[in-house]
């Protein structure tokens, strides 16, 4: 069978590949040409990047270089084409590694070629398959093993597939009507990723359909149902049925899980059922349950009010007066989808938000780029790693704490504040003569200090329209039909929008997770949820968190990295317990208090837990911060790769 990466067979003609070839990324390109040629010299010459930068494609090449590529990649497709487009031969390690590097024009150390090599998968083999079962007693464990999967979002999904290919059986639940989690329920105008969408994808599953480079919530939520359709889970689930609690049974060595059917509203309708599982797996985000903070007032509003998560499309935003309390990633994305449409807007933002330069973040796919990923041996590949690397780990450094640093409000460490200094002249480069506003929209705490947001512009654009006022000041309280801020001004609206975020830091809340002893989950973490690897935790058997505690992404990579990271690894557990004939496995209590403790020292030195920056949806009351990871990308990678039987307790 055909590496599914070398590019589908093609008789383009030659106008139409130069066509396609002035929209692609030419080293991207450079790299496709190596396959094709099996000649290394492509990328050994004076034709090549001369830096990569997030979401820079280009490598800063000029466009004289540019064009000399093309016309020379023109011969080699050309030649490849007539020759019946075959499969490329395999290169070697070294040049593949040597091929990175060029990318990236930087070295791309040992540690991580593993992991890109997997993540790369130039030889067609999906490294995250799970094992076959050795004998047919094995595969007849695994048939009797089932699992319940809390939640169909990117994660529930991922497990359903792997669950599939294990042969182990599986029921998902999942209280909305339909497959994507985040990307089912944020319908807001302007509701798109801030990671490039050849990167945000399941690594397994790329798609040269993308029609924006950061695709909006409907072509996400389109992604997902295509794949969910392609692996036939769909009839796994349980769709509008939500857990409300996974109680451990001690005699049985199984969970027992009690669901509800809901309504769009989340309100019960039916009966309360119990499934039976002996192993369950949460996958149910941490950015899932919307928070509205407790303003004064709050019932008092007489128009409608929706949190951005629960987007009213019934309300007509036409000629309103509109209020958008809150200003994080959302609101960002929210203010300059509406802006044309209300006749005014109010934006209440409490903190100011740090922005990354990003000028292509609205970019449409061009068809050129469209087709070189389908047809071009392993084009679509390097394009991924391209994204990848510069989003990898390097978010960590500017990140670290150097505590000799002087004037920490301002920066916390010299790369923090060369940070500082991008994104401030990034900003005032757009607003240039309104000091008030740049007083404004600048932040008064280190970069990055929170998740950093992509910017094109268009916030600042927003800002500075006669009908938007950006107001900094407190909200005292809300009345009928304005809110009132601290100083006494009344801020009349007919709409609220509620851009206030998630219950973060509330870990599988309000799901009630009894384990062995009755012990409940959300009493045994308080506000400090803890699991061993983000996965698993000690007195509570066969339970596996996704997106667990201590695995939120703040500095770089995505999500659905992280979710490859945690099922590769759940699918061993499950084996393990399935095919070793266990009837339970737990971490042993020293190896999560080990994670913990290097998770809090990690985190303690990082930016996000200075008490510079005030307010952050990563920290408990306490100020302390539990769900995000301080550790690198690519050692999560490598300790999620092979688990460890000597890490557990088995009964
Ligand atoms: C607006 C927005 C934009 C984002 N953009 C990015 C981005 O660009 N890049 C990035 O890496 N991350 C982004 N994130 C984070 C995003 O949440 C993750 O990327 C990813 O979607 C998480 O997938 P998940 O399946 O783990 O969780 P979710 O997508 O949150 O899915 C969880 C699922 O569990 C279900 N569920 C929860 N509780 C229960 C229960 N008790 N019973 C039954 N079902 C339940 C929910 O209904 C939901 O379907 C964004 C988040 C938001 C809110
Ligand atoms: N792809 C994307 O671009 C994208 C889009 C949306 C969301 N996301 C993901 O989702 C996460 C959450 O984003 P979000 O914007 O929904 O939430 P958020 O970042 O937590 O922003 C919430 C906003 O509400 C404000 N707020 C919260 N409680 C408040 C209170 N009591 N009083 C006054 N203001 C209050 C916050 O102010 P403070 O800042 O002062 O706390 C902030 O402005 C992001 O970090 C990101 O991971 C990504």
Request: aromatic share 10%.
């Amino acid at each position: 069978m055909r590496n599914p990466h070398a590019g589908a067979p093609f008789d383009t003609s030659d106008e139409e590949i130069a066509a396609a070839l002035e929209d692609v990324s030419i080293p991207t390109l450079m790299l496709s040409m190596v396959h094709m040629t099996g000649d290394p010299s492509i990328i050994r010459g004076d034709l090549r990047p001369v830096a990569s930068f997030l979401n820079e494609v280009q490598g800063f090449m000029s466009d004289e270089d540019k064009a000399e590529v093309r016309a020379r990649a023109l011969d080699v497709i050309r030649y490849y084409r007539d020759r019946g487009c075959p499969e490329p031969e395999p290169l070697s390690a070294e040049l593949v590694h040597e091929m990175m590097q060029w990318l990236v024009v930087e070295e791309v150390g040992d540690e991580y070629v593993p992991m890109m090599l997997a993540d790369l998968e130039l030889d067609g083999v999906d490294r995250d398959l799970p094992e076959a079962p050795t004998d047919p007693a094995a595969a007849d464990a695994r048939a009797e093993f089932p699992v319940v999967v809390v939640g169909c979002g990117q994660s529930g999904l991922l497990a359903g597939i792997r669950l599939q290919e294990a042969g182990i059986p599986f029921t998902i639940v999942e209280k909305n009507a339909g497959v994507g989690g985040t990307w089912w329920e944020n319908t807001y105008p302007g509701a798109r990723v801030d990671v490039g969408n050849h990167f945000y994808c399941y690594s397994f599953e790329p798609s040269d359909h993308w029609s924006e480079f950061f695709a909006q919530q409907p072509e996400l939520q389109a992604y997902f149902q295509g794949v969910m359709d392609k692996y036939g889970i769909g009839e796994h689930v349980r769709w509008s049925t939500e857990v409300r609690s996974v109680t451990w049974q001690e005699g049985s060595a199984t969970w027992d899980v009690v669901v509800q059917p809901v309504d769009a509203k989340g309100e019960p309708v039916g009966e309360p059922e119990t499934l039976r599982a002996r192993a369950v797996i949460t996958a149910v985000g941490q950015l899932n349950r919307p928070s509205i903070p407790d303003i004064p007032g709050r019932d008092e509003f007489a128009g409608p009010n929706f949190h951005t998560a629960r987007w009213d499309h019934s309300v007509d935003l036409t000629g309103k007066r509109v209020a958008m309390i809150g200003a994080g990633a959302t609101g960002f994305q929210v203010a300059p989808a509406i802006c044309e449409q209300v006749e005014h807007l109010t934006v209440f933002q409490r903190s100011a938000q740090w922005m990354f330069p990003n000028p292509n973040y609205h970019e449409k796919v061009g068809p050129g780029v469209r087709w070189a990923l389908r047809h071009l041996p392993f084009y679509g590949r390097w394009y991924r790693f391209l994204l990848f690397w510069p989003g990898c780990d390097k978010g960590l450094e500017p990140a670290r704490v150097d505590p000799d640093y002087p004037d920490q409000q301002r920066a916390v460490s010299e790369l923090s504040d060369g940070a500082r200094a991008v994104f401030t002249d990034w900003i005032v480069g757009q607003l240039g003569d309104d000091p008030d506003l740049v007083a404004k929209v600048v932040p008064d705490y280190p970069a990055t200090g929170k998740r950093t947001l992509q910017d094109n512009g268009s916030w600042l654009r927003t800002l500075t329209r006669d009908d938007v006022e950006l107001v900094r000041t407190p909200i005292d309280h809300l009345e009928s039909d304005a809110a009132v801020t601290v100083d006494g001004v009344r801020h009349e609206c007919d709409v609220i929008i509620w851009a206030t975020g998630f219950h973060h830091t509330r870990v599988l809340w309000p799901i009630d997770i009894v384990g062995r002893g009755g012990q409940h989950l959300s009493e045994v973490w308080g506000e400090r949820p803890a699991a061993y690897l983000g996965m698993t935790v000690p007195d509570f058997p066969n339970l596996f968190l996704m997106y667990g505690p201590g695995t939120h992404l703040a500095h770089g990579a995505s999500l659905i990295f992280n979710s490859e990271c945690q099922m590769h690894y759940i699918s061993q557990c499950l084996e393990e317990l399935a095919d070793g004939g266990h009837r339970t496995m737990e971490p042993l209590p020293e190896k999560l208090e080990d994670w913990h403790r290097r998770h809090q020292e990690e985190m303690s030195m990082l930016v996000w837990s200075q008490p510079s920056i005030e307010h952050s949806y990563f920290k408990n009351s306490a100020g302390e911060i539990h769900t995000v990871m301080p550790f690198r990308v690519v050692d999560y990678w490598h300790w999620t790769r092979q688990m460890d039987p000597a890490d557990y307790t088995f009964g």
